[in-house]
């Protein structure tokens, strides 16, 4: 089993990566923070309790962290994933509520108590992440590994430069990029490649009840052509721990611009510098068709229980 903890901020492709994860009988889903990202943290919270219910995820606690970016102001994703997040979306809502305390002493604590065993999952601004730095350096050799997805060698989507997750908060992945451990980054080099297309909605229509969640969240989140659709950008992540051959990877330096006045936010990467000065194994391929498998082989397994 491998251990993972997923900080997120759902989202649409958030609660994919939660169905994913919750789809996987290889993965313990240790916990759940949450982040204000593409929405406010009461909203991506209350998602994460509906999701934690409607994908049967037991008693995984769901713990609220960082409302906002550490320095600069709110940006938010709400005319992606509409008002609530989870766009045309309607889930039951919770009937049980957070967990006590905050999502960073959460994510030091529960790291600490197993070092070397549980794999951080980062799909939202790295708020939450860069304090548990901050915090507790030792969580950099305590965690097995790092995964983000966040940041892109070669474009942005929020804007030219830079990508929503990294210019939500670049100071906070500026910081998870120097903290010392190998950042796994699946950036939206290779996410832009994990669209939902026409052949896809239409092994997810007959899943029952799961399709409630993937149909409307797939087709409120973009339009579903035969070769295009939404990107489920948070997927990839959560699918490279599951399986990493899925992906190609290249060590790089990665900086994050912090100043820039049109390119705050950017993933400025260096594939030439030497292994050993590196800080990110950066995803520059994906097998497209491996990971639909994985995601539709996980979704038909969680409907058929
Ligand atoms: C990332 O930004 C958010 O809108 C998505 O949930 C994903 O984490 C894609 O750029
Ligand atoms: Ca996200």
């Not at 979306?89 to 957070?98: D, E, K, M, N, W």
Request: hydrophobic share 50%.
């Amino acid at each position: 089993m491998k251990k993972v903890l997923i900080d997120c901020d759902p989202g649409i492709d958030d609660a994919l990566a939660l169905a994913l994860a919750a789809g996987s009988p290889s993965l313990d889903l240790v916990g759940v923070t949450t982040v204000g990202g593409n929405v406010d943290l009461s909203l991506t919270t209350a998602n994460a309790l509906a999701l934690r219910e409607f994908l049967q995820l037991g008693d995984v606690p769901v713990t609220p962290g960082m409302a906002g970016a550490l320095l600069h102001r709110t940006v938010r994703a709400d005319h992606v994933h509409g008002a609530t997040g989870l766009g045309d979306v309607v889930l039951p809502a919770p009937t049980r509520g957070p967990s006590p305390g905050h999502a960073v002493d959460f994510i030091v604590e529960t790291l600490a108590a197993a070092p070397g065993e549980i794999t951080l999952v980062a799909i939202g601004p790295l708020s939450n992440v860069a304090m548990a730095v901050r915090r507790e350096p030792r969580v950099v050799t305590w965690a097995r590994d790092i995964v983000i997805m966040g940041g892109s060698f070669s474009r942005g989507n929020h804007n030219p430069a830079a990508e929503f997750n990294m210019l939500a908060d670049p100071e906070a992945a500026a910081i998870v990029f120097e903290a010392g451990w190998t950042v796994k980054q699946m950036g939206l080099d290779v996410t832009l490649s994990a669209l939902v297309t026409a052949d896809v909605l239409d092994r997810m229509r007959p899943l029952g009840r799961l399709a409630e969640l993937l149909v409307p969240g797939a087709t409120s989140y973009g339009v579903v052509t035969a070769e295009g659709g939404p990107a489920i950008h948070d997927a990839c992540a959560v699918a490279y721990v599951l399986d990493p051959s899925l992906f190609t990877l290249a060590p790089a330096v990665v900086n994050v611009e912090t100043a820039g006045t049109y390119t705050r936010g950017m993933t400025v990467t260096d594939f030439k510098a030497t292994p050993e000065g590196t800080n990110a194994l950066v995803a520059t391929a994906l097998d497209v068709k491996g990971f639909w498998d994985l995601m539709l082989g996980a979704y038909e397994g969680l409907a058929a229980r």
